[in-house]
């Protein structure tokens, strides 16, 4: 799905209250070897994110493959748990809640995965895998579990008449709308989407798209929106995160990062995205990135993403960059920052000296 220019415009701003809000976030996977099973190492896949969510919002995470996009999805729904660093979650703190004591928080916090072939059970009804969080939840329904069933499906444009087929008998788009209906099932505060639609086929994705705009409207959803597809996240987004392995290296309103992207990396994932007008004079100029990503396992010291960066110099090897705020609500962790504002510090720094 692609968008034009003229699709840019400002939502209406969120003036709700701080839902979520996570400090310092770490999730390191130990490396064992041996027959004792000693670790050797760890693969950082999220290394100190900081960030908040406000209700109502959407917050898009976007970054390449291996970024840790969805493990900050499991961490903030706690399918995994930290390794160091604070979830808070309504003003509680979940970040090490046990399994009995997140129970009840799940009504509240639900995920929609990215496969919707793999993330729902062949040998269940649709039935009984929409009714599942009714049942897990000890949920009592006014007219039954099997009338509330139908009436979700019906919201996410599926017939009430599919409750006795199973999930073969369904497309990909519609598997996911049968997800989506199970995500909805205890009209929960806050959605982690994790690439909800990158396994459909183009011409379902804005269909799938828009109804989670549609539901996110009428229920004051809010979403935390995991994607790659920058067409996709310039479409639904409130405020976009850009993550690069582990770290956040930009957080911006949406409108201020497609026009005035400030970190290099974020730079060169806008240069990629087509635009399709054919108007334009100015042919967009396509940032190459040299080199592969580096190993999670091994990162580069200071600035992780100074092996690739055109800009870098040798403080970006020796000094890490802090994530601060150059802008009003644009934050940039960068030694040399792009469209930078002239009367920043960090801007008088760079200047020449007369």
């Given at each position: 799905?692609?968008t034009?220019?003229?699709?840019?415009?400002?939502?209406?701003?969120?003036l709700?209250?701080?839902?979520?809000?996570?400090?310092?976030?770490?999730?390191?996977?130990?490396?064992?070897?041996g027959?004792?099973?000693?670790?050797?190492?760890?693969?950082?896949?999220?290394?100190?994110l900081?960030f908040?969510?406000?209700?109502?919002?959407?917050?898009?995470?976007?970054?390449?493959?291996?970024?840790?996009?969805?493990?900050?999805?499991?961490?903030?729904?706690r399918?995994?748990?930290?390794?160091?660093?604070?979830i808070?979650?309504?003003?509680?703190?979940?970040?090490?809640?046990?399994?009995?004591?997140?129970?009840?928080?799940?009504?509240?916090?639900?995920?929609?995965?990215?496969?919707?072939?793999?993330?729902l059970?062949?040998?269940?009804?649709?039935?009984?895998?929409?009714?599942a969080?009714?049942?897990?939840?000890?949920?009592?329904?006014?007219?039954?579990?099997?009338?509330?069933?139908?009436?979700?499906?019906?919201?996410?444009?599926?017939?009430?008449?599919?409750?006795?087929?199973?999930?073969?008998?369904?497309?990909?788009g519609q598997?996911?709308?049968?997800?989506?209906a199970?995500?909805?099932?205890?009209?929960?505060?806050?959605?982690?989407?994790?690439?909800?639609?990158?396994?459909?086929?183009?011409?379902?994705?804005?269909?799938?798209?828009?109804?989670?705009?549609?539901?996110?409207?009428?229920?004051?959803?809010?979403?935390?929106?995991i994607?790659?597809?920058?067409?996709?996240?310039?479409?639904?987004?409130?405020?976009?995160?850009?993550?690069?392995?582990?770290?956040?290296?930009?957080l911006?309103?949406?409108?201020?990062?497609?026009e005035?992207?400030?970190?290099?990396y974020?730079?060169?994932?806008?240069?990629?995205?087509?635009?399709?007008?054919t108007?334009?004079?100015?042919k967009?100029?396509?940032?190459?990135?040299?080199?592969?990503?580096?190993?999670?396992?091994?990162?580069?010291?200071?600035?992780?993403?100074?092996?690739?960066?055109?800009?870098?110099?040798?403080?970006?090897?020796?000094?890490?960059?802090?994530?601060?705020?150059?802008?009003?609500?644009h934050?940039?962790?960068?030694?040399?920052?792009?469209?930078?504002?002239?009367?920043?510090?960090?801007?008088?720094?760079?200047?020449?000296?007369?």
């Amino acid at each position: 799905m692609t968008t034009t220019d003229s699709e840019l415009t400002p939502k209406t701003p969120k003036l709700g209250e701080e839902i979520l809000s996570v400090t310092g976030l770490v999730k390191h996977f130990p490396i064992r070897k041996g027959v004792l099973q000693r670790q050797v190492g760890a693969v950082q896949a999220v290394d100190g994110l900081t960030f908040n969510v406000t209700r109502g919002e959407t917050l898009s995470l976007v970054g390449e493959s291996g970024c840790g996009k969805t493990t900050t999805g499991r961490l903030l729904t706690r399918l995994e748990t930290p390794t160091d660093g604070k979830i808070v979650f309504e003003g509680r703190d979940i970040s090490h809640l046990g399994e009995g004591r997140m129970r009840p928080l799940r009504r509240d916090v639900q995920m929609i995965f990215q496969d919707p072939y793999g993330s729902l059970n062949p040998r269940h009804t649709v039935g009984k895998i929409v009714g599942a969080p009714f049942r897990l939840q000890h949920v009592k329904t006014e007219h039954g579990v099997k009338k509330a069933v139908q009436e979700l499906l019906e919201l996410v444009g599926l017939s009430p008449e599919h409750y006795n087929r199973y999930p073969h008998e369904f497309s990909g788009g519609q598997r996911q709308r049968i997800g989506i209906a199970r995500t909805l099932a205890l009209r929960p505060k806050l959605i982690v989407a994790d690439e909800p639609v990158s396994a459909l086929d183009v011409s379902i994705q804005a269909q799938v798209v828009n109804l989670l705009e549609d539901l996110q409207e009428e229920f004051d959803l809010t979403y935390v929106m995991i994607a790659h597809d920058l067409s996709v996240v310039r479409h639904v987004s409130d405020r976009v995160a850009v993550m690069y392995l582990g770290k956040i290296v930009e957080l911006a309103d949406r409108v201020d990062l497609y026009e005035k992207p400030m970190h290099p990396y974020t730079v060169a994932l806008l240069s990629a995205v087509p635009v399709p007008d054919t108007k334009r004079k100015k042919k967009q100029e396509r940032i190459r990135l040299q080199g592969d990503v580096p190993s999670p396992i091994n990162p580069p010291p200071a600035c992780r993403f100074h092996t690739r960066c055109w800009k870098a110099q040798d403080i970006c090897k020796s000094v890490e960059p802090p994530l601060v705020e150059l802008a009003p609500g644009h934050q940039t962790a960068c030694h040399f920052p792009e469209n930078q504002p002239t009367d920043t510090p960090a801007a008088t720094a760079d200047q020449p000296k007369s």
